[in-house]
């Protein structure tokens, strides 16, 4: 097991990372898992389209972006692990949440489809060596590998978490 101290992070990653407790990022992505479900799943369906502020994420729209972030994170996973060295762009989160139509998809597609998505994550990262976890490209023009964003993916899960838990629920 790679050490927790190998992480390969800038300022934009360090907070989801540090919402990360567990120094197995496979162990945390399998928790966060089920924390995750246990919180949308409790959700009542009065609050699926409440937002805590004009111009804010519905919850609806929030899973969404979360559905959307995990395949981004889990592709950029891919991509370093087969020590791949071509710079990966960010994405414009909020250009994407405009255009993701997750404000009218149906509640139990959306928790299907986190369900699939988080399961393929879990399966990529379960195959992946530590050699092919430490390979660092280029993602947004910063130095990352696959290894890192093992905490990234729960990390980002977290704080969203945190986000409906203080201001939505």
């Known amino acids: 097991m790679i050490p927790k101290t190998e992480i390969i992070a800038d300022d934009a990653y360090n907070g989801y990372i540090a919402l990360v407790r567990e120094n197995d990022f496979r162990e945390a992505i399998k ?34 972006h ?13 991509h370093l692990s ?19 139509g997750g404000a009218t998809r149906k509640w139990k597609d959306l928790l299907e489809e986190f369900k699939a998505v988080r399961a393929g994550t879990e399966y990529l990262y379960d195959a992946l060596t530590d050699d092919q976890l430490r390979f660092v490209g280029t993602v947004r023009s910063k130095a990352l590998n ?9 990390g980002h899960v977290t704080h969203h978490m945190k986000i409906l838990e203080e201001r939505y629920l």
């Open 82 to 100: 087969r020590k791949d060295a071509t710079p990966l762009p960010p994405f414009d989160e909020n250009h994407w949440a405009a255009n993701d």
């Open 146 to 154: 696959a290894f890192t964003i093992g905490y990234i993916i729960p």
């Open 66 to 78: 979360i559905i959307d972030a995990e395949r981004v994170f889990a592709f950029r996973a891919l």
């Open 31 to 64: 928790k966060n898992t089920r924390q995750f479900r246990k919180l949308i799943e409790s959700i009542p369906r009065k609050q699926y389209d409440h937002a805590y502020a004009e111009g804010k994420w519905t919850i609806r729209e929030m899973l969404q």
